[in-house]
């Protein structure tokens, strides 16, 4: 029974700013069990379901923070974060949006 599988939605906040007026949210239906992760469920949104979806990951393993997102109100890593119930995933700042998830760097070069 630990082992059990079931489907939650992730609705995840949506915007080029390129193309889109305005953000949206979108919703995914994902299985998911024990140590399925947020950032698993991105992934697996991306690979088989919706491959527009942008969103940054580097280490994978809750050391670079690269995967802040704000889940369900709360800015967390998204690697480390279990998926256990239905979420919304917005970017953990909004006015840094890239696309999507994906923020600009808090510093440039330029800066």
């Given at each position: 029974m630990a082992n059990e599988s079931k489907t939650v939605k992730l609705?995840?906040?949506?915007?080029?700013?390129?193309?889109?007026?305005?953000?949206?949210?979108d919703t995914y239906e994902v299985e998911t069990s024990?140590?399925?992760?947020v950032l698993n469920a991105l992934q697996y949104i991306v690979e088989n379901i919706d491959p527009t979806l942008s969103f940054y990951v580097s280490c994978r393993i809750g050391v670079c923070l690269g995967c802040m997102v704000r889940i369900n109100g709360k800015v967390l890593r998204s690697c480390s974060t279990m998926?256990?119930?239905?979420?919304?995933?917005?970017?953990?700042?909004?006015?840094r949006v890239l696309k999507d998830l994906t923020m600009k760097a808090k510093h440039t070069i330029e800066e």
């Open positions: 609705k995840v906040f949506r915007f080029d700013p390129d193309i889109d007026k305005e953000p949206r949210y024990v140590g399925y992760s998926l256990t119930e239905d979420v919304t995933l917005e970017p953990a700042d909004m006015k």
